[in-house]
């Protein structure tokens, strides 16, 4: 049976991958009517990772014979400046993401529960991926600024990632 302190964790932490997919599909549809469908692409794809993030946490409280609960959650923002925009909120969260997790794995050290620790690592390890995927998008789009060519191009670049990456189900990751 899992720990208390660990499952409110974990539940939490589920509401806040579907909220990533949230927010993520709200930024995928901005950019489609904005003139970006290559960041659509690859928003929509990883709105998808999101809550297969999310899959993996539901199937491992359901394993450990616990039951996940969904919580309310607010809207996601819908409007952005610009694509630059976009990409800053997209690191904020990935920070508070990475922050969470961290937090997370400190209860379940605290409360003995090494099984669910080690289910975790992969999350952190996950999340450096993540930090690194994004940063690297940041800091491409903050060197074209206003350039349209260069935004363009940029545009392209994310569409071929998104073409690139199949998301996996929760058992293959
Ligand atoms: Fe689930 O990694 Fe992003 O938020």
């Not at 946490?57 to 609960?69: E, I, T």
């Not at 997209?90 to 620790?117: D, P, Q, W």
């Amino acid at each position: 049976m899992m720990n208390k302190n660990v499952e409110k964790a974990i539940n939490e932490q589920i509401n806040k991958e579907e909220f990533s997919s949230r927010l993520y599909l709200a930024m995928a549809i901005w950019c489609d009517a904005n003139g970006f469908p290559g960041g659509a692409e690859f928003l929509y794809k990883h709105a998808d990772e999101e809550r297969v993030h999310m899959l993996k946490l539901v199937h491992f409280v359901a394993d450990r014979g616990g039951q996940a609960k969904l919580m309310p959650m607010d809207p996601p923002e819908q409007n952005y400046k610009d694509l630059l925009d976009v990409f800053q909120q997209i690191m904020k969260h990935e920070e508070f993401i990475t922050e969470s997790i961290n937090k997370m794995y400190g209860v379940a050290l605290k409360e003995n529960e090494f099984t669910t620790a080690n289910f975790l690592q992969w999350y952190i390890t996950e999340q450096v991926e993540e930090e690194k995927l994004f940063s690297t998008i940041l800091d491409k789009i903050s060197l074209v600024g206003t350039d349209k060519a260069g935004m363009f191009h940029i545009d392209k670049e994310l569409e071929g990632m998104a073409a690139s990456k199949t998301v996996p189900s929760p058992e293959d990751v």
